[in-house]
T-cell receptor, first 115, second 115 residues
């Protein structure tokens, strides 16, 4: 069965510091991977997606993620965190074999930013 | 693109009552999804429509839950005889096309509290 693991429930970084949020997936076929961000009381906003091709993908708000098939990982990175990045981040996996493009989400990583 | 709209934003109900939520997807999107999100967890898939056809339902969707999408436009999710365990954020998402690689666009959700 497909699954997504985000090992870090909560991360705190200082403003201006770099950030890496971890995501590991379990899926037998080619996955399609996504990162979403959710502010309190809001829906999910798509940050970036990977379908194929270049394994380093750029997203909105200065985020990027790298797909590593050998490690079954899709970690999210940002070189310099801003206070407004404080939110919950979700990694998700989809697949051609998921009927209609259903996504499976990880449990999320809550990011706090220290001034 | 006015985004995915969900109403109401908040609903408080007493145990045993019926509730109905509405989702208006992005106008040209033919795929529509319902997810449930409890505190500290990622969204869990409930059901999926392509146009007016409900193509997949999760085991999470007990017989007290029913979803419709008449005419392939807006969708409703009804919960009958609500239980305290139904308290959650209910998220709607929509996407375009029949492929697996078009990302889901989420609404801001309906937060249900069952007292």
């Amino acid at each position: 069965a497909q699954s997504v693991t985000q090992p870090d429930i909560h991360i705190t970084v200082s403003e201006g510091a770099s950030l890496e949020l971890r995501c590991n997936y379990s899926y037998g076929a080619t996955p399609y991977l996504f990162w979403y961000v959710q502010s309190p009381g809001q829906g999910l906003q798509l940050l970036l997606k990977y379908f194929s091709g270049d394994t380093l993908v750029q997203g909105i708000k200065g985020f990027e993620a790298e797909f590593k098939r050998s490690q079954s990982s899709f970690n999210l990175r940002k070189p310099s965190v801003h206070w407004s990045d404080a939110a919950e981040y979700f990694c998700a996996v989809g697949s051609f074999y998921n009927q209609g493009g259903k996504l499976i989400f990880g449990q999320g990583t809550e990011l706090s930013v220290k001034p | 693109d006015t985004g995915v709209s969900q109403n109401p934003r908040h609903k408080i109900t007493k145990r045993g009552q019926n509730v109905t939520f509405r989702c208006d997807p992005i106008s040209e999107h033919n795929r529509l999804y319902w997810y449930r999100q409890t505190l500290g967890q990622g969204p869990e898939f409930l059901t999926y429509f392509q146009n007016e056809a409900q193509l997949e339902k999760s085991r999470l969707l007990s017989d007290r839950f029913s979803a419709e999408r008449p005419k392939g436009s807006f969708s409703t999710l009804e919960i009958q005889r609500t239980e305290q365990g139904d308290s959650a954020m209910y998220l709607c998402a929509s996407a375009w096309g029949s492929g697996y690689n078009s990302p889901l666009h989420f609404g801001n959700g309906t937060r249900l509290t069952v007292t």
